[in-house]
């Protein structure tokens, strides 16, 4: 089992950057395969980035790809988000998940933990 904590969120403006942090504690961190989704009010959740085990492949949503860099390192047990180039769209809460098996990355219901998810706001 792991256990998720998002963090860095905030007021960003438009072009603006951010990190999100996702810290994780379990000593089988490095056998998860990690995700970030996001979700704006009275949308549904979306699928923003997700990474392999040993962070050797990462997939993007098309809209944030070129801007958002996603990275793990499973020495301290944490998953990154780098968010450049923010637009007022990317306003969402961002959540960090954790799935044993990545049938399919861009799917929530592939992933088997959630952290409580960071607010992201970004005005124009």
């Known amino acids: 089992q792991v256990q998720l904590v998002e963090s860095g969120g905030g007021l960003v403006q438009a072009g603006g950057s951010l990190r ?3 810290a994780a504690s379990g000593r089988t961190f490095s ?4 995700g970030w989704f ?3 009010p009275g949308k549904e959740r979306e699928f923003v980035a ?6 050797g492949t990462t997939y993007y949503a098309d809209s944030v790809k070129g801007r958002f860099t996603s990275s793990r390192d ?3 047990n944490t998953l990154s988000l780098q968010m450049n180039g923010l637009k007022p769209e990317d306003t969402a809460v961002y959540y960090c998940a954790a799935s044993k098996q990545l049938i399919d990355p861009r799917s929530s219901a592939t992933y ?3 952290g409580q998810g960071t607010q992201v706001t970004v005005s124009s």
């Open 20 to 22: 999100l942090s996702c």
């Open 31 to 34: 056998s998860y395969r990690l």
């Open 38 to 40: 996001r979700q704006a």
């Open 50 to 55: 997700a990474i392999t085990w040993n962070g």
């Open 74 to 76: 499973n020495a301290k």
């Open 112 to 114: 088997d933990y959630w």
